[in-house]
C-alpha cells in the first residue's frame, strides 16, 4: 500500500488542523493505521491509531482529548483532526499502515507498522 499524507501547516496555539492520508490499493480494511510525529532532534512517536475497521481508537497521552482519529474504508482515508494546538505538536507528522494485527489491534510501536507515507509538517506558533 503507498500511503499520500497531506494537510500541514501553520497553526497557532488553540487552533486546529486536520490531516489526511489517502492510501492506494483496494485492501485499506485490511490494515490498521496509525499516525506519528517526529519533533527535531526527538525521536518518532506514536500519536493516534484505528483498527481495521475502526472499532478500536488509541491515542498517546499526550494528545487524547485534543486530537481525533478517523477512517472511512471506502475512500481509502484516515484523517487526524487536531485541535488545542500546543507549540511541542510541531514535527513532521506521517501516516502508517499494517497489516500485522487481529481485527482490533492497534499498534503502537514503529517496527509494528511496515508502510510509510512521507511526512507532512505541522508548526504551531504561541
Known amino acids: 500500500v503507498q500511503l499520500q499524507a497531506s494537510g500541514g501547516g501553520w497553526g497557532q496555539a488553540g487552533g486546529s488542523l486536520r490531516l489526511s492520508c489517502a492510501a492506494s490499493?483496494?485492501?485499506?480494511?485490511?490494515?490498521?493505521m496509525g499516525w506519528f510525529r517526529q519533533a527535531p532532534g526527538k525521536e518518532r512517536e506514536f500519536v493516534a491509531g484505528?483498527?481495521?475497521?475502526?472499532?478500536?481508537?488509541y491515542y498517546a497521552p499526550s494528545v487524547k482529548g485534543r486530537f481525533t482519529i478517523s477512517r472511512d474504508n471506502a475512500k481509502n482515508t484516515v484523517t487526524l483532526q487536531m485541535t488545542s494546538l500546543k507549540p511541542e505538536d510541531t514535527a513532521v507528522y506521517y501516516c502508517?499502515?499494517?497489516?500485522?494485527?487481529?481485527?482490533?489491534?492497534?499498534?503502537?510501536?514503529?517496527?509494528?507498522?511496515?508502510?510509510w507515507g512521507q511526512g507532512t509538517q505541522v508548526t504551531v506558533s504561541s
Open positions: 502508517a499502515a499494517t497489516s500485522r494485527t487481529t481485527g482490533w489491534g492497534v499498534p503502537t510501536g514503529l517496527s509494528e507498522y511496515d508502510y
Open positions: 490499493g483496494r485492501t485499506f480494511s485490511s490494515y490498521a
Open positions: 484505528t483498527s481495521r475497521r475502526g472499532g478500536s481508537l
